[in-house]
């Protein structure tokens, strides 16, 4: 699928990338996802060493997601906005997520968890064409907590 990294007004990046149901969406999410972290530590580099492994943690989450139960094309899009990474992903499915207890036995339940755990907020919203989740991740702030 084609990613787009461009740069915005204010000079930092902005990424689009568009991805399949496939084998390898995920990858290639996450290799675009690198290309941006990159672009934009060298714009404004992050306040812990940890922030760019939570956004591509986030990525690898919500792209797996929207991969494995949406079909179909996706969008990944990601930004900085104010000190924290815009991760938001769009799919065609308009089934919300449903959270569910995690289970440490390998069947699941522990990405939205994580997810919360992550980002400063996380919000689905409906789209003409399915729904996008967005999630902020703190890049050059401090996380402050998680949330809904």
């Not at 060298?42 to 079909?71: C, Q, S």
């Not at 924290?84 to 769009?90: E, K, L, M, Q």
């Amino acid at each position: 699928m084609e990613s787009v990294l461009r740069v915005n007004g204010s000079g930092g990046p902005v990424l689009r990338h568009g991805f399949a149901a496939a084998v390898g969406s995920v990858t290639a999410a996450k290799a675009a996802a690198e290309g941006f972290l990159g672009a934009l530590a060298a714009h404004r580099p992050p306040a812990a060493a940890h922030a760019a492994e939570d956004v591509l943690l986030v990525v690898a989450e919500l792209v797996t997601n929207a991969v494995r139960h949406a079909g179909g094309r996706g969008e990944l899009r990601m930004d900085l906005d104010g000190g924290r990474v815009r991760v938001v992903v769009a799919d065609r499915n308009p089934s919300l997520p449903r959270p569910r207890e995690g289970r440490l036995d390998g069947s699941g339940g522990l990405g939205w968890h994580l997810m919360t755990t992550l980002t400063d907020s996380l919000t689905v919203t409906a789209s003409p064409h399915g729904k996008e989740i967005h999630a902020h991740v703190p890049w050059s702030t401090a996380r402050s907590g998680a949330g809904l």
